[in-house]
């Protein structure tokens, strides 16, 4: 009965390589987000979708492309990984684009070698 | 964009005590304040929000206060406990309502 559930939990990979993390929420929302932790555990906004729409894209390289299969599903594929894309990645949803509870799902540790 | 600022960046209490974490923001049009609590492992969990038509708001042991003139809110934990033990973030909704900005965290240690 997990409410925002994220895939793989902990991923190790090497740079260059080419990954995805996927997201799934049960809650009806229509609004899905990613969010980035760096090591500091600062949480930046990267990209935010309401009904499978991207509304948000905060200046995050190209080389990240969300995908948005349906509005229970937000996945996130990453292409040539560098060093510094290591960081824990959540995945969030809230009912709708306004001022309501967003939802955080467990995390993604990625780690690039 | 919107900017929020939160202090302090680490704090450690005593059972029992009180813990107080503040946070700025810089939009004045944001309208939605939540807290959140991480533990380790974890995702951001909500414990706390508040509108920006109220000043104040209470749960339990924890409380969020609001001043709009000033661009200031706090989160106040009393009587700690161990278990209150985590990061805690504060955070701001803008006024599309479409993003939340948040703050740099607070690591909370509670001493038994």
């Known amino acids: 009965d997990t409410a925002v559930s994220q895939t793989p939990k902990y991923l190790v990979t090497q740079m260059g390589n080419d990954k995805s993390i996927k997201c799934e929420q049960n809650l009806g929302h229509d609004t899905m987000y990613w969010y980035k932790q760096d090591s500091k555990k600062f949480l930046k906004i990267m990209f935010s979708?309401?009904?499978?729409?991207?509304?948000i894209n905060e200046t995050v390289p190209n080389r990240f492309s969300p995908k948005s299969p349906d509005k229970a599903h937000l996945n996130l594929h990453i292409n040539s990984l560098e060093l510094g894309d290591s960081a824990v990645y959540f995945c969030a949803s809230s009912p709708t684009a306004g001022n309501t509870e967003a939802f955080f799902g467990q995390g993604t540790r990625l780690t690039v070698v | 964009g919107e900017n929020v600022e939160q202090h302090p960046s680490t704090l450690s209490v005593q059972e029992g005590d009180s813990a107080v974490i503040k946070c700025t923001y810089s939009?004045?049009?944001?309208?939605?304040f939540p807290w959140y609590k991480q533990e380790l492992g974890k995702g951001p969990q909500l414990i706390i929000d508040?509108?920006?038509?109220?000043g104040e708001k209470k749960d339990q042991r924890i409380a969020v206060t609001l001043n709009k003139t000033a661009k200031h809110f706090s989160l106040h934990i009393t009587e700690t406990q161990p278990e209150d033990s985590a990061v805690y973030f504060c955070a701001a909704r803008n006024n599309a309502g479409n993003m939340l900005t948040f703050g740099g965290g607070t690591r909370l240690m509670v001493k038994p």
């Open positions: 508040i509108r920006s038509n109220v």
């Open positions: 979708y309401n009904n499978k729409e991207l509304i």
């Open positions: 939009d004045s049009a944001s309208n939605y």
